[in-house]
């Protein structure tokens, strides 16, 4: 089970996105910066996507404070993503991505086939 | 439409970006709300400067010309994404603090003179795409009047949203027919703004109650005691520079107070129109979207915005000289800062309140981004008719197609200013004859 708690601006819109892959594997959880950073470094598992106009001050906003910024990244305005850019992020141990609001339909697919594919193969890359 | 900025605008925005420059410097403020969560791990030494220095250039770069120059360019009132994102990048880069406010106070002189050169070059063209632009305020008005019912419909679904539209629309239709002397745009703004309000504490309320009818307490105290931890440091740290804040704010207030600087993303065309009350409505609802944003990022990084709880813009449009301005300016700021930490606690309690901030901003963008489209369009109408419709719309639909590198409120005044320059150089190669002024 893969859970991603999805926040900021555009939050609405992404859970939408994510209902829509109907994945059997995949809770996704509507939420904020200060509810889900608390929850994320409790449940090891768990990964948090933040949208909003700059792609990291409502999206990441104070994640960077709980959960450090090693941990944390952010897309920007970038409209293009590769499965493999997102198995490299993991492997550095992000957990938490923030991105523009306008960019969710070219961003937030792929990172999330990347999130499910890089689970499949059990992790590093 | 006066063809200089006068001398008051020009030395206050070179003072504004000195000191901008080095709040951002010294880690205190910067005006990019993305920008400001990353400057806990700066000011604690954990990211160096050139490290920082390139988080801040990739998040800002493409606001300041992708919005910031377009807007300022097309309406000719300057704006913050002009002015505060590059001196918060000079401030960050700025190897010295001595240097800081001199990089600032030259981004700033760069801007006031070249912004008032391209003015007065404009209105002195065969195609002046500067009076064409005076027709976003009717659109900005009358569709942002729809934006908290766009906000309700996304946060509280499809039939209370339905219904604020009604009533908004309700309350245009009356005041247009009975009461002339008001904007029947702003009044229907302000009535879907109070259904918003209303609708928003009574979940909140209800929300209250179902919570505490669940089990969980323990687990809730927790993450307020871990939040409160790091929240607390970061508040005493602000609270120890407030005169600096203050500082800041009296410069602010004043130069907003000149109405030559336009704090929204629409407000620079209302301002360019002289409607000043009008302005400062649509800046005060935007305010609320960005409060409990600032307050948030404010704490969790020990940084304030530039531009505070963005309540400085509505006050100092109103305020009636610029003396008064600074002192409550200041006044604001130091209080803005004094209380942030008392903000933060109550907004950390307060779910649906900042889920409504955030709806508030998102219905803001979605509803400017339909207005200016329009006013965009109807310039280009304006400037060169069907041709010019054509000019306009073609771009910000190309803007699409490229992945939106310029930001999709800022691509119809990115057309109109390509379509202004294209139309004078036909018009002086005699392929186009300039419209008669309307």
Redesign the interface.
Known sequence: MLTIYVG?????DVKRLLEQRRSPDLKIIAS????AG?AMKRNKDAYYIGT???????????????MG?QKCH?F??Q??LTTKDVHSLLDSGVRAF?LS???IN?IVPVLVDGLQSYKEKGGAS | MTLHLPPLVIIFTILCTAFASLLSHMALAVFNDGVRPFLLDFHQGELKRPQMSSIAFGLSAGFIFGLGVPIAFSSSVLNPWLLFLPSDILGIISPKKWLAPILGAAWGAIVVFSLGAVTSAATSLPVNFLDAMQQMSTPILYLFAFFPSVAIAMQFGKLRGSIAAIISFAVMLVIMKWVPAINPGAAAMAAGMIILVIIAIFQEFKNRKEAKAEAGEEDAEDVEDETDSIFAANAKRLRKYLPMFMVMGALLAVLVNTHKFGGGEATSYLLAKGDYANAAQVDFYRALGFIPLVVTTAVASGAYQIVGSTLIYPIAYLLPNPILAAIVGALLFGLEVFVLSYLAKGLSKLSTVRDASDTIRNAITLTLEVAILFGSIAAGNAMAGGIGIAVVGGIYALNEAFGRPIVRMAAGPVGVIIAGILFNILAYAHLFTPLAAK
Do not use: W, Y
């Not at chain 1, 900021?8 to 609405?12: F, P, R």
């Not at chain 1, 792609?55 to 906003?61: K, M, Q, V």
């Open positions: 900021g601006v555009g939050k609405v904020s910066d200060l509810e608390p909003c106009h700059t792609g990291a001050g409502a999206s990441l906003g104070a994640m960077l404070a709980f910024r952010t920007g305005r409209s293009k923030g609001i306008d960019q070219a």
